[in-house]
């Protein structure tokens, strides 16, 4: 069962409009955070949101936690070449494990 | 600081064989993650070690299989090689399994059965 559903699964934008990314669960989450992979490389963290509405921002990522603590967004202003990549959304699960769940992914392009 | 790192990069192996892949974690990092992330599964966690033992394992046969070493140093072993099986094996390590330390990743390895 997929706890994390990622939207959309694929977003081809032009250098310099702005996205949104959403990562939904039905389930209510400690903390949830976002990574982007790029090809032929692991993933990296970008951030992690602990708290409902919390707002992160990384530059030109926003990162939000809804306030149930059950979805989230990444929101990327101006986009740039150098975003284009597989965007992860992950939340820890399983108690004392904490292994990560992770979401369906968006792959995002920027054409220059 | 070296991050995580796996090896090989790219291993092919044929149906019904043996495979061998191999993690280095960060220094002073005792968590080892392994995952799989297959064309259309997305990534799935596999096995989970920490201080020389397995933790956890996620939903995947029993030829999947692994062991840490005493430097915390991993490896990921599969089985009877099937042609699902081909897919990204990542590997990541984490300081403090109990507490709200982030893993982190290496490359992977590339797995491709032929």
Redesign the interface.
Known sequence: TQLLEQSPQFLSIQEGENLTVYCNSSSVFSSLQWYRQEPGEGPVLLVTVVTGGEVKKLKRLTFQFGDARKDSSLHITAAQPGDTGLYLCACPYGGATNKLIFGTGTLLAVQP | EAG?TQSPTHLIKTRGQQATLRCSPISGHTSV?W?QQALGL????LL?YDEGEE??R?NFPPRFSGRQFPNYSSELNVNALELEDSALY?C?S?MD??A?Q???????TRLSIL
């Open positions: 995580v993650y995952y997305g990534l799935q966690f989970w933790r956890n996620g990542l990541a984490r399994p109990g709200n982030p893993q982190h990743f290496g490359d992977g």
